[in-house]
């Protein structure tokens, strides 16, 4: 019996003045179901830990390794946690394991406050916890920009480490536990929040050296021949992307080059590179060779410029940009970005 019942029987006794207290029974049952609801109720601490890891690694064989228990284990303690809510949290099929909407939810707010929780401790070690992002990014942004800009982020965030991957789309957010995604077009991930950064031009670029070896008129674009032309092979999922064709387009004139007659490079970046070891002109990105014209190693004798075709955005799922490290990655991100191409 505890102090709550024992002041009511008190109570009760000095009221009623008699040992028999069948209604007393009664309503200290009903206050004791009062108290247990209006208390603080918490899912078991070891569910939300297995949950989360398995929902971050979109399987139950990965979790086990993190947490040090089996896979077993980890299905348990999921199952525990859908029978704590009353909700199903995974949709299984297949061997594969996909967040349902309820799932979704407890998912942000278990991540959150597992991080929280994580810091509390570490504060009270007096130990520094360092985060981990996850970043994808297309290969010629990490090769010719991400490179330039990162020192900012590490100055401004110096808690958070950052897992880069290099790679072209599309990508599977989900199965690679990515945080953020710089792409390139903003329709390839409809189901994802999407953010754009930046839309980019291009435009004629060679070096100094190439344009006085060859007999080139500047006022007059036709003077290009198509064996001075750099092309690049753009991936499938660049959906639209400028060719030399679209710029001679763009001064008034119907000329459409051989690519047979010019270099041909499976990368933006690597067209630069060629650039810049006088190989020919190329159809160079503000973002990719911003350095390199205000250095003087690159110049634009043609002064006309094309649009890219489609922006580069920040994609993450909208349960990602709920922590914080994420959102400001993204702020900070889109900050890097020249004001206008």
């Known amino acids: 019996m505890n102090c709550f019942e024992n002041l009511l029987r008190t109570i009760y006794l000095f009221i009623n003045g008699n040992n028999s207290y069948p209604d007393l029974d009664n309503l200290i049952h009903d206050l004791n179901k009062e108290y247990n609801l209006i ?48 909700k199903l949290l995974f949709s299984r099929q297949n061997n594969s394991l996909t967040l349902t909407d309820d799932g979704v939810k407890v998912y942000a707010d278990s991540t959150e406050a597992l991080e929280r929780l994580e810091k509390m401790t570490a504060r009270i070690y007096e130990k520094e916890v ?8 297309l290969p010629s942004l990490a090769n010719k920009w991400l490179n330039r800009v990162l020192r900012e982020y590490f100055a401004l965030d110096p808690a958070t480490y950052l897992d880069i991957r290099v790679e072209n789309d599309p990508v599977d ?16 991930y409809s189901e994802l ?11 004629p670029m060679c070096t100094p050296t190439f344009l006085n070896r060859h007999t080139i008129d500047i006022d007059n674009p036709l003077t ?5 032309l750099i092309h690049v092979n753009w991936p499938p999922s660049f959906t639209s992307h400028p060719t030399w064709a679209d710029w001679f387009a763009s001064v008034g004139s119907e000329h459409i080059p051989i690519h047979g007659r ?10 630069v590179d060629l650039a810049l070891a006088n190989a020919g002109f190329i159809l160079g990105q503000q973002l990719l060779t911003v350095e390199d014209i205000s250095a003087g190693h690159l110049i634009t004798p043609f002064n006309q410029s094309i649009p890219l075709g489609h922006a580069y955005c920040a994609v993450c799922s909208h349960v990602k940009y709920k922590k914080k490290n994420v959102r400001n990655f993204i702020d900070w991100i889109a900050q890097t970005f020249p004001k206008s191409a």
Do not use: C, W
Request: proline share 3%; no cysteine.
């Open 39 to 86: 208390s603080r109720k918490l899912p078991p601490l070891n569910a939300i830990r297995a949950f989360e890891a398995a929902a971050r690694y979109g399987g139950y064989v990965a979790a086990a390794q993190e947490l040090g228990v089996t896979p077993a284990a980890i299905s348990q303690q999921v199952k525990n946690l859908e029978t704590y809510f009353g």
């Open 130 to 137: 360092r985060s981990r992002l996850v970043i994808s990014v």
């Open 173 to 188: 957010f989900e199965r690679n536990n990515i945080d953020v995604r710089i792409s390139y077009g903003k329709n390839l």
């Open 193 to 203: 929040r999407t953010q754009v950064l930046f839309e980019d031009t291009v435009q």
């Open 224 to 228: 290009l021949a198509d064996e001075h």
């Open 262 to 271: 010019g270099h041909r490079v499976d990368m933006s970046a690597l067209a």
